[in-house]
């Protein structure tokens, strides 16, 4: 089981959710950190890995935190190759509809992110679609939401809902977790979407939507372009 946004910390905060995270069944996660984190970061990913090897895969998530499209482009562009998952968070409807077009971006996250309404509409669901961006929605928006904000909410994961089965652009669930508190184990994440309105499937397929992302990425170097790489 894959989440591809846990906060990511110091190395010790990191160690302690990750211990946690295995502990609950989860398989794989990456630590999220903006762009402002992510240098930092890397600094102690290798002693992370190596840490949690018989334990727990980890990798990276860089989670661009932007209004301005252009510094989202440089910023891809930057850390592209440094990066196992890209996730842009959303939103600002301007931001959405430009990550969605952008091959270059994995995940735009929570597209739903202080609006009334989804933040997706047709259009931007083909897009999602047609440039296999796939679309974050968090637990923790659930999970720290009460009455008639939580409601929002999960009107919106309805809505993102029925554009996914109509377009089938990439799906993606994630935990948000900031600290131990907000880990859930695998079992209770999966019983909280499927009463959200997902199919057990379509919880599992979220899974391998992330597992996918990170393979896709991993063999990144030896693509030439979309459905051609390299074999030595």
């Known amino acids: ?15 302690i959710l990750a211990m946690q995270a295995s502990e609950y069944g989860w398989k794989h996660i990456n630590f999220s950190y903006n762009q402002n984190e992510f240098d930092n970061a890397l600094t102690f990913k290798n002693d992370l890995k190596k840490e949690l ?32 998952c890209i996730s842009v968070l959303g939103g600002n409807l301007k931001v959405n509809r430009d ?23 047709h259009i931007l669901a ?8 796939a679309i974050e929605l968090v637990f923790n928006d659930i999970l720290k939401s009460y009455l008639s904000h939580r409601s929002k909410i999960l009107a919106n994961f309805r809505d993102i809902y029925k554009l996914h089965r109509k377009y089938e ?10 600290s131990i508190l907000d880990l859930r184990t695998v079992k ?36 030439i372009l979309s459905g051609v790489k390299v074999v030595e």
């Open 1 to 15: 089981m894959f989440d591809l946004n846990i906060k990511g910390n110091s190395y010790d905060k990191n160690l």
């Open 53 to 84: 090897k018989d334990v727990i895969e980890i990798d990276y998530t860089l989670n661009i935190e932007s209004n301005n499209v252009s510094e989202i482009r440089k910023i891809v562009r930057k850390y592209r190759n440094k990066s196992s």
């Open 99 to 121: 990550c969605l077009e952008n091959i270059q971006v994995d995940i735009l996250s929570k597209p739903y992110l202080k609006r009334y309404d989804s933040g997706l509409n």
């Open 126 to 133: 083909r897009e999602a679609k047609d440039n296999n961006v």
């Open 169 to 178: 652009f990439p799906l993606i669930l994630s935990s948000g977790a900031e």
């Open 188 to 223: 209770d994440f999966e019983a909280v979407f499927t009463q959200t309105g997902l199919t057990s499937l379509e919880v599992g397929n979220s899974f391998r939507t992330a597992e996918n992302i990170l393979d896709f990425n991993g063999d990144r170097k030896n693509l």
